[in-house]
């Protein structure tokens, strides 16, 4: 496959948006181009004395809904234009979710792998001081993304306080339970994606009940999938990891192929009912009715879409499926929930551990829980209705009417503000 800068496809979805939606030119403009992008150097004393120079970025897309909120990912690969391709979908995820947040994204180009933790510590606190001048409480709040934790989100917050002499623990979210974080938010990404898969059963096969279920990746997002899917009665009947997958046509149970994860490093070890071991990418074109991608970008391409059985794909990871994949699924009436939606729990719960960050920690693990529920299910029927009402449902998919309800709501607001 050709390589593909985020950027660009980021901005191809946007364009395709607009026009959809009957807006000009200078409003495609506006949101093509974030509102600031600074990169920084991030110079590092190595254990062994020596110093390593590191390159980081902050995408802030756009504010015109709030403060820019959206993740920073620590990866060898990471670019400029992936970052702010980020940045652009957390504004799109976040206006999406009707939260109060615009949408930012950053990056440092490191493998923190080769990093020692006093190394990997020194790195991130001269990652955030570096950014301290544009992050804040009220004005851009990062959280982990790949490779980063709430550890690092520790630091990332015991820096900025130190800098900005204070206790600013709404300056970043995915924090430790011990420092303002929700348990809810562990379990948020998957809960949500379960909530949007048995949303689309009810629709599709009039419940989740007895329905077969595949997982890809069993990380926190992919097991707490499988967890809450299984609680609400499907019958999870595959999971993978990276080392592979198994199969079993009577259901397994998700903790108990945790555990063996846990324990061993791979659900492949697991075998109580297992039928058979399945391939990384045969996990894909299992006959079940509800897939869940749930480890890396562009697994269900142009190549395998049309061998896909699955009536419902629920999107755990960002961005699983291409565009020319996701053409051949809506032809084959494949409802396909978009990652902006599917996995929408995790900043719907960032933005509650802010919110209580403010208002010292009166917000319940179950009230936090139970709004998360209610905004999935308000959030995934505004999508369906807006798709089933307005959108030709064989010419456009449920992602063309996430991205129109989310762009409109952005371009509202910069109606409202006066900057268009
Ligand atoms: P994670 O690191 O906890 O888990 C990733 C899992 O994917 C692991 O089990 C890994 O073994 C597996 N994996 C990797 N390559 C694979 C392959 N080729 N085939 C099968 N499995 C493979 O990560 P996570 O937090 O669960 O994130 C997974 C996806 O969900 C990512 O795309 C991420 O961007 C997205 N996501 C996560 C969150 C969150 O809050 N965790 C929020 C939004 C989106």
């Known amino acids: 496959m050709a390589h593909r800068d985020p950027y660009e496809e980021a901005k191809k979805q946007l364009r395709q948006t607009v026009d959809l939606l009957g807006l000009g030119d200078d409003i495609y403009v ?101 950014i301290s001048d544009i992050v804040g409480v009220d004005q851009d709040i990062p959280a982990p993304d790949v490779y980063t934790d709430p550890q690092v989100m520790t630091w990332f ?56 279920v595949a997982v890809q990746g069993y990380g926190n ?87 896909i059985k699955a009536k419902i794909i629920a999107e755990a990871a960002n961005g699983p499926t291409t565009p020319e994949a996701e053409d051949i699924l809506t032809r084959k009436g494949i409802v396909v929930i978009p990652d902006i939606l599917a996995n929408s729990g995790g900043v719907i719960v960032s933005h509650i551990e802010w919110a209580n960050n403010r208002i010292g920690g009166l917000i319940t693990e179950e009230e936090a829980k139970q709004r998360l529920e209610n905004k999935m299910i308000t959030n995934f029927a505004r999508v369906w209705d807006y798709w089933n009402k307005k959108l030709d449902t064989s010419k456009h998919n449920m992602r063309t009417a996430a991205y129109a309800i989310a762009v409109e709501r952005v371009v509202n607001a910069m109606k409202l503000r006066g900057w268009i």
């Open 221 to 307: 997002a992919g097991y707490y999938a499988a967890k809450f899917l299984h609680e609400m009665g499907a019958k999870v009947v595959a999971v993978s990891d990276s080392r592979g997958g198994i199969y079993s046509s009577k259901g397994l149970d998700p903790d108990d192929v945790k555990a063996v994860k846990n324990k061993t490093g791979s659900v492949i070890y697991y075998e109580k009912g297992v039928e058979k071991k399945i391939g990384i990418d045969e996990i894909l074109e299992l006959d079940v009715d509800i897939l869940i991608p749930a480890a890396i970008e562009n697994v269900i391409t142009e190549e395998n879409a049309d061998r």
């Open 157 to 212: 917050f015991d820096q900025y306080s130190r800098v900005k002499r204070g206790q600013y623990f709404g300056v970043v979210t995915g924090k430790p339970l011990d420092l303002g974080g929700l348990y809810t938010r562990i379990i948020s990404t998957g809960y949500g994606t379960a909530i949007t898969a048995r949303e689309a059963a009810k629709k599709v096969f009039g419940g989740v009940e007895g329905r077969t």
């Open 30 to 130: 506006m949101l093509a181009v974030p509102e600031r992008i600074i990169q920084v150097k991030i110079p590092v004393k190595m254990d062994d004395g020596s110093v390593k120079v590191f390159i980081g970025w902050r995408s802030q897309h756009n504010s015109a809904l709030g403060p820019y909120k959206g993740g920073v990912r620590y990866h060898p690969d990471v670019t400029m234009n992936e970052v702010i391709a980020l940045s652009m979908w957390m504004t799109w995820k976040n206006s999406l979710a009707g939260l109060p947040y615009g949408g930012g994204k950053g990056g440092v180009r490191v493998d923190p792998h080769m990093l020692s933790k006093s190394e990997l510590e020194r790195l991130s606190r001269a990652y955030f001081e570096a």
